[in-house]
């Protein structure tokens, strides 16, 4: 999921998708947490389906007079809020964008759901039958197959009917349409029809809601933001209720929105955590944090802003304002605006850089792009129980502990030679140390953070003491100055470390049992996973990779080769030595099916005899140049084969090759 703010941000985000013609849009609250039909919400609509739709015919003949096909009369029934299988989309980004903010009091999120997807004309097969299949009563196979030929004069394989009723279909955006439902014009409208459950080679009643089909894209418009986005869209894009419904009572709704007056109480809407003098010789300065204690809009919000500066900007000369939304987003530092206000006449050299834009008052301003999407990431994340992170923190710095000692041992007692001889043989795993305490996770006690930020922070300044000892540039009594800081640093977390572990044991009531019972080995935390939501192409380009590797005089490697990836792939190249230590690296670009790495190792030095493992990956798409992304598609959906991986964090391209010298 992203964010947008504004119209322009909505836009931009979704120009990735202007290489696709073939994209749906539907915009809606985000407190309707699935995309349904409205046949499908009530079990008494879903099991009479076919009855709902005979009997609204008979009963408006009239209405459905010249409407030749079931999906058209569908259309008709959807304009009317008959229950259908049927879920309203447009082809117009403005037009969801405008129903995901619509409602403006509601303080639910605005989403804005981006399909990818194979369209079908009304003709097509697989719109014929999940059209039929909502004017029967029965759903077995012999049934449909009677009532497809009746209907179309022609026949359906008992394949074709299990394959195309197991799916929803997207409906291309036509004329035809529009004439069985006016607001289709307006809305730029279409539809997608959903599919129903097939149990084995049985097709069941229930009707599958559209989230069977993964959205390509969800843009969210945080309620903050909701007010102002659809005051853009009326202003500039002359969309609004009346341009979006055609019947009068549209009117209404728009004018009584626009004109409505509106009160503001700043009295209790916030609460102020922090206070800090940043002042230096030449400006008095302070910063000021702040947590909203309600859901306000981002104008409500900014009022804030101003009226917290104006309470410190008398004896100052700098004022930076920093409002969170809630006490979670507090301790991620995940900042909803950030304010700051300059004296006009301070000294230049002491004015600090601007943070945002300067509004027509003075104020400078800075609306974070990701907050909301953040708050959610970090929620499902980062924060984890605290005696978890006690006991995970604790049972990684007793394996930590015996490094710190050695090294500091090492260098009290003036033996260089052993602590950097220590320090390179041991810096993986003091790496891997420091990254093991950062992924962790967080606690929603901001003081409790504290602590368990000292385990990070000694494990930061032994990692700092192995790369002084690389510097082989540095004399001696440098090298001794820089390291010996980094000890002072490091014993300063260390002994708090030990000093704190019992009072914090006890604070967040952690027994022995608890403790032993714990192993940080076993717990997995949630990961982000990657999912395909545009379909794969059956007939997309299988990768190929052959690589030259040749040795040069002095011991370095030139690796080059032949791909059939599209021209302007960008590779990255890795080398590795047995112990999968990491050599050397550099990118190459594809051009005519030929890409070169060039010359890896140092000149004059090169690598040492024995085995080496080279990876070649080709990196997400969103680091593509765009001439290869316009041919191999947003979600690599045009490549195949054995190299193409499709978990993680995104679609990527993976091969290797082990060679020896």
Avoid at 23 to 49: H, L
Avoid at 85 to 95: F, N, Q, S, Y
Avoid at 123 to 129: G, T, W
Avoid at 205 to 228: C, G, N, W, Y
């Amino acid at each position: 999921m992203e964010q947008a703010n504004t119209v322009d941000d909505y836009l931009k985000k979704l120009s990735r998708y202007d290489i696709y013609n073939n994209v749906f849009y539907r915009g809606q609250s985000e407190k309707y947490k699935n995309i349904t039909s409205s046949v499908s919400r009530d079990a008494g609509y879903t099991m009479n389906e076919g009855s709902i739709y005979t009997e609204a015919i008979k009963m408006r003949t009239i209405e459905f007079d010249g409407l030749m096909s079931p999906i058209e009369c569908l259309s008709k029934m959807q304009h009317y809020g008959i229950p259908t299988r049927l879920v309203d989309l447009t082809i117009d980004p403005l037009i969801a964008l405008f129903f995901a903010v619509q409602k403006v009091d509601s303080e639910s999120h605005g989403n804005v759901y981006v399909f990818v997807q194979p369209e079908h004309s009304l003709n097509d097969k697989r719109i014929k039958l999940l059209s039929l299949l909502a004017t029967i009563e029965s759903p077995k196979i012999d049934v449909i197959k009677r009532s497809y030929l009746e209907r179309y004069s022609e026949s359906i394989t008992e394949d074709e009917i299990l394959e195309f009723a197991s799916e929803g279909a997207f409906i291309k955006h036509s004329a035809e349409l529009q004439k069985s439902n006016e607001r289709l014009f307006c809305q730029k409208g279409t539809f997608a029809i959903c599919g129903n459950e097939v149990v084995g080679r049985e097709i069941k009643k229930t009707v599958l809601p559209l989230d069977s089909i993964e959205p390509t894209m969800v843009i969210r418009i945080p309620f903050e933001h909701k007010q102002a986005v659809k005051k853009e869209l009326d202003e500039k894009y002359n969309i609004n209720e009346t341009t979006i419904y055609p019947e009068l009572p549209s009117v209404a709704d728009y004018l009584k929105e626009k004109y409505k007056k509106v009160d503001f109480d700043l009295e209790g809407a916030y609460s102020i955590l922090e206070v800090k003098n940043m002042s230096n010789s030449g400006a008095r300065r302070c910063s000021i944090v702040a947590v909203l204690n309600k859901v306000l809009r981002i104008e409500e919000i900014k009022d804030i802003g101003i009226q917290i500066i104006d309470q410190y900007r008398s004896t100052n000369d700098v004022v930076w304002v920093y409002i969170a939304k809630n006490g979670d987003d507090y301790i991620m530092r995940n900042w909803m605006i950030r304010g700051q206000w300059i004296r006009e006449s301070l000294d230049p050299r002491f004015k600090p850089h601007l943070i945002g834009d300067v509004d027509e008052l003075g104020y400078i301003w800075r609306f974070e792009k990701s907050y909301s999407t953040l708050a959610d990431y970090y929620g499902e994340y980062s924060f984890a129980d605290d005696k978890i992170l006690f006991t995970q923190n604790m049972k990684t710095f007793e394996k930590f502990e015996p490094h710190y000692k050695f090294m500091l041992n090492a260098f009290e007692s003036g033996d260089m030679k052993d602590l950097e001889e220590y320090a390179i043989d041991n810096a993986s795993d003091i790496t891997k140390f420091f990254l093991k305490f950062g992924d962790y996770g967080h606690s929603r006690n901001d003081e409790f953070n504290k602590y368990l930020n000292y385990f990070q922070e000694v494990a930061l300044h032994l990692d700092n003491i192995v790369l002084w000892v690389k510097k082989e540039e540095l004399n001696s009594r440098t090298k001794r100055y820089l390291i010996s800081n980094c000890f002072r640093d490091a014993k300063l977390h260390f002994d708090r470390i030990k000093e704190q572990a019992l009072y914090w044991k006890k604070t967040i009531d952690l027994s022995d049992d608890e403790y032993n019972e714990i192993n940080p080995e076993k717990i997995e935390r949630k990961e982000y996973q990657y999912k395909q939501t545009i379909p794969l192409n059956p007939v997309g380009l299988g990768v190929t990779f052959n690589l030259d590797i040749s040795q040069n005089t002095d011991n370095t490697l030139n690796i080059r080769g032949t791909t059939n990836l599209f021209d302007n792939a960008s590779l990255m190249i890795s080398l590795r030595n047995s112990n999968g230590l990491l050599l050397a690296q550099n990118k190459s670009l594809v051009e005519n099916g030929r890409f070169d790495f060039g010359r890896l190792g140092k000149e004059g030095v090169g690598f040492d005899k024995g085995k080496y493992k080279v990876g070649i990956t080709l990196a997400i798409p969103s680091v593509q140049k765009r001439e290869f992304v316009l041919k191999a598609g947003l979600e690599y959906e045009n490549l195949k084969g054995k190299y193409v991986d499709r978990t993680g964090i995104g679609p990527t391209i993976s091969y290797t090759e082990e060679f020896e010298i």
